[in-house]
């Protein structure tokens, strides 16, 4: 477990950071995820959750799965092109392990909220 | 999922493949309330987990607790249900959740349960997320397709014990 997890967030943070210097508009991420709320015109958080299940044997656990999620805040109503792009990180490292799980219109602050689960060994 | 049934005679064998036929979406039905109980008791445990802090508007840049006043909304009795089961083909769904729980009160306004209890679920952009009806769906899942299991095979052995196999 990890090496999924991991490769997965360095691909979030690259996706993040723009992929080339060419591109001027970045998507910033919530550092502390339980506390900041970054200002800016769409940011997203990525986070593992919990464990989702274990095979366990021989007095130990062989391998376990974790659940996590990507969040994606916009004001912009198709996610100012996000979406695609992260849908496209996700299913380049952990294929088919992920969903859509809700997708919310914040009528108080007029943000979009994307957020996708994904399971990784 | 498969299952085994055995039984001895091919008249007695007729005689139970009659009468599981008949009663074979009441047994469902029967084993799937079993599941979906085990669902809703772990989702109710998750939902009084919730940890909240009185209400204040969340700070410029900051996230904010859920309040008691908003916990309140899904632990409250009947808020939290199972589906009337459909049965369409052969096959009996529900689901669990608050999908259907329609309205409650609020520091006196009318709110949607639903959306509260996805915002607590999911987060919002200024309060913070805590997933209890999915972590209720990891941990309840298992042991729900197990009690699924054992009520079927229960049942269809008393079902051939009632038919003589």
Known sequence: MGD???????????????E??????????????????????????????????????????????????????SHSRSGAGWVEKIKKTLETYCGACWSLNSHMYERETGLFHWEWTFEVF | ???????????????????????????????LYEGAGIMADEMKKDAESIRTAPFQ?????KTRLPSPQEKAVVTGAGKLGIAKFRKEDGEVNTSVG???SGYAEMAGKIVPIPLIANSINSGTSFMQRQPF?????????????????????????????????
Request: hydrophobic share 35%.
């Open chain 2, 98 to 100: 608050y999908g259907r």
């Open chain 2, 1 to 31: 999922m498969s299952y085994t049934v055995k039984t001895e005679g091919m008249e007695e064998l007729e005689r139970v493949l009659y009468a599981l036929g008949e009663k074979a979406e009441n047994i469902a039905s029967g084993a």
């Open chain 1, 20 to 73: 080339s210097p060419a591109e001027v508009i970045t998507l910033p991420m919530a550092e502390d995820e339980w506390n900041t709320r970054p200002n800016a015109e769409s940011y997203g958080i990525i986070s593992l959750d919990f464990e989702a299940d274990s095979l366990d044997g021989d007095d130990a656990k062989l391998d376990v799965s974790m659940e996590g999620s990507v969040d994606l805040f």
């Open chain 2, 133 to 165: 009806v999915r972590k209720a769906k990891n941990r309840g899942g298992k042991r729900a397709m197990e009690a699924i299991k054992e009520t079927i095979e229960k049942k269809v052995e008393e079902l051939i014990k009632e038919n003589g196999g």
């Open chain 2, 57 to 61: 508007y969340a700070a410029e840049g």
């Open chain 1, 4 to 18: 999924t997890y991991s490769s997965l967030v360095a691909a979030m943070k690259a996706l993040t950071q723009g």
